[in-house]
């Protein structure tokens, strides 16, 4: 039985962390449509889980990893903006934060010091802002 689920699954994409996110998906659907008993959330799950199996028994591998590359990218960036901002939040009494208006790049400058002329040390484009 294990032999003949090696012998399937060879040549085949398998589970990664994208199938994974899915499943819990699946998971959370399923219990709320048991507790609601609202079909659609049903159907949902239902749908969500064929694609997962689906995807994991696909045998477009470079397709599913390059799927699973863009979640994984995705994931990391928000990880990297959240990180961001409670670096930021746990500054936010020495410091007040800016964007600049030309290029977007944020700048830390001390706080209290009034107006003061920010210089972007990205674009070196000049800004005028109340500390
Ligand atoms: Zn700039």
């Not at 959330?41 to 477009?60: D, E």
């Not at 944020?106 to 010091?113: E, S």
Request: charged fraction near 25%; hydrophobic fraction near 40%.
């Amino acid at each position: 039985m294990k032999e003949k689920l090696q012998r399937f699954m060879a040549g085949r994409y398998g589970a990664d962390q994208l199938s994974r996110v899915y499943l819990g998906i699946t998971l959370i659907f399923l219990v709320i449509s048991m507790f609601t008993r609202f079909m659609p959330f049903y159907w949902v799950a239902l749908v969500l889980l064929i694609y997962t199996y689906y995807r994991m028994f696909s045998k477009n591998i470079s397709k599913m990893y390059a799927q699973n590359q863009r979640f994984l990218n995705a994931r990391y960036r928000r990880v990297a903006k959240w990180d961001a901002f409670k670096k930021r939040w746990a500054q936010r009494r020495e410091y007040r934060f800016f964007k600049c208006p030309t290029c977007k790049q944020r700048v830390r400058v001390p706080k209290g010091k009034g107006k003061i002329c920010i210089t972007c040390p990205r674009c070196h484009h000049d800004f005028i802002k109340r500390s």
